[in-house]
T-cell receptor, first 112, second 113 residues
Framework: GESVGLHLPTLSVQEGDNSIINCAYSNSASDYFIWYKQESGKGPQFIIDIRSNMDKRQGQRVTVLLNKTVKHLSLQIAATQPGDSAVYFCAETPDSSYKLIFGSGTRLLVRP | DSGVTQTPKHLITATGQRVTLRCSPRSGDLSVYWYQQSLDQGLQFLIQ???????AKGNILERFSAQQFPDLHSELNLSSLELGDSALYFC????????????FGNGTRLTVT
């Protein structure tokens, strides 16, 4: 079916440490994946995306890893900052309509 | 600022009523998507329009309907409202053909009392 799930609902990290947020997806036909950040009272904000023909993509302080063999996606945030505190969602596109199917989210808390 | 505008920001209404949520996509974007987010939940896809035509449908209730107008803005109509319809409703838009990020507005918070 079309579902994307997360292993950890809440992740607490020390400021300056690296954060890793994980996501499992179920649709092997999905060929595009995105990570979004949602702060309180705001809409989801695009962080980084990756296509299924890649296994790693880097942005500014963020890296997304895709393991198609086990249908696993992760978001790594380097040197986590207080401003990174938010809920993070992974999402996938399971078909040619290009709609996004979202996971349930992980709350990231950054301790000062 | 994503460039996607949603109005109103907040809406409080009673059960049984009907409301209309409005979305203006980013300039030039042809696709509009509607999502529902209940408290502490993920985003549930409702419906997608592309250049005025319905493109994909998710778990949208029959009491809900949407449309996209020639100027590309979109409206989501919710009728016979129930307490469980209280949620954040997000609109997103995209412009490219093919997989690309969706750009989200800041949502309309609907409270049904």
């Amino acid at each position: 079916g079309e579902s994307v799930g997360l292993h950890l609902p809440t992740l607490s990290v020390q400021e300056g440490d690296n954060s890793i947020i994980n996501c499992a997806y179920s649709n092997s036909a999905s060929d595009y994946f995105i990570w979004y950040k949602q702060e309180s009272g705001k809409g989801p904000q695009f962080i980084i995306d990756i296509r299924s023909n890649m296994d790693k993509r880097q942005g500014q302080r963020v890296t997304v890893l895709l393991n198609k063999t086990v249908k696993h996606l992760s978001l790594q945030i380097a040197a986590t900052q207080p401003g990174d505190s938010a809920v993070y969602f992974c999402a996938e596109t399971p078909d040619s309509s290009y709609k996004l199917i979202f996971g349930s989210g992980t709350r990231l808390l950054v301790r000062p | 600022d994503s460039g996607v505008t949603q109005t109103p920001k907040h809406l409080i209404t009673a059960t049984g009523q009907r409301v209309t949520l409005r979305c203006s996509p980013r300039s030039g974007d042809l696709s509009v998507y509607w999502y529902q987010q209940s408290l502490d939940q993920g985003l549930q896809f409702l419906i997608q329009y592309y250049n005025g035509e319905e493109r994909a449908k998710g778990n949208i209730l029959e009491r809900f309907s949407a449309q996209q107008f020639p100027d590309l803005h979109s409206e989501l109509n919710l009728s016979s409202l129930e307490l469980g319809d209280s949620a954040l409703y997000f609109c997103a838009s995209s412009g490219q053909v093919g997989n690309s990020p969706l750009h989200f507005g800041n949502g309309t918070r609907l409270t049904v009392t």
